[in-house]
């Protein structure tokens, strides 16, 4: 079976546009994360859904920012105006079982987001 | 606030050395501690994970040291190969949460 995949993997924008990053979690899997990785730093946690519902979006840093899973699979991160600090690699993960049970974490590849 | 530091941020050892990346943490809360591995490109991977209950696991090279009163976890690559190449991060999740706090990661080259 695949992994986690995500596209595009590269996506250059320029300021004050829109973008919109997509993720496919691993069949089945119950949750899926978002990170933003800055360059030479850990991942940060975004946001979490568990199923469709997305029960933690303490991390994203503003109002430009807002995901959705509406079928309980695939994730879009959605980036509204966006600026030069947004530039970053957006990582997302998913796993298959939900909170207070622990199971593997697994990342995709990320999409690396340049904003000129 | 940075839930999970990590140190050093690179680190050169020549083949066959030991390679050791340490973390340590503040909120007691946590109950897992894995170490992921990330080659360029490519998203995290987990490598070995310990619980808070245990003071060592080891697989194969690889070996998390975990001291609960100090609040600090160690991982130990033993006879590292360039293979072993990569960035690594320590990471620390909690339960209830389901939400995985990274350290900032470590630049491992190991020299042939």
Request: aromatic fraction near 4%; hydrophobic fraction near 20%.
């Given at each position: 079976g695949a992994g986690v995949s995500q596209s595009p993997r590269y996506k250059v924008a320029k300021r004050g546009q829109d973008v919109a990053l997509r993720c496919d979690p691993?069949?089945?899997?119950?949750s899926l994360f978002w990170y933003q990785q800055a360059l030479g730093q850990g991942p940060e946690f975004l946001t979490y859904f568990q199923n469709e519902a997305?029960?933690?979006?303490?991390?994203?840093?503003?109002?430009?920012f807002f995901a959705e899973r509406p079928e309980g699979s695939v994730s879009t991160l959605k980036i509204q105006r966006?600026?030069?600090?947004?530039?970053a690699v957006y990582l997302c993960a998913s796993s298959l079982r939900d909170r207070g049970q622990l199971s593997e974490q697994f990342f995709g590849p990320g999409t690396r987001l340049t904003v000129l | 606030q940075q839930q999970v530091k990590q140190s050093p941020q690179s680190l050169i050892v020549q083949k066959g050395g030991i390679s050791i990346i340490n973390c340590a943490y503040e909120?007691?809360?946590?109950?897992y501690f894995p170490w992921y591995q990330q080659f360029p490109g490519k998203g995290p991977a987990l490598l070995i994970a310990i619980r808070p209950d245990v003071s060592e696991k080891k697989e194969g090279r690889f070996t998390i040291s975990f001291n609960k009163s100090a609040k600090q976890f160690s991982l130990h690559i033993m006879d590292?190969?360039?293979?072993?190449?990569a960035t690594y991060f320590c990471a620390a999740y909690i339960y209830n949460f389901n939400k995985f706090y990274f350290g900032s990661g470590t630049k491992l080259n190991v020299k042939p």
């Open positions: 691993i069949s089945g899997h119950v997305q029960l933690d979006k303490s991390g994203l840093p503003s109002d430009r966006t600026q030069q600090e947004d530039s | 909120n007691t809360a946590f109950d590292s190969q360039p293979g072993d190449s």
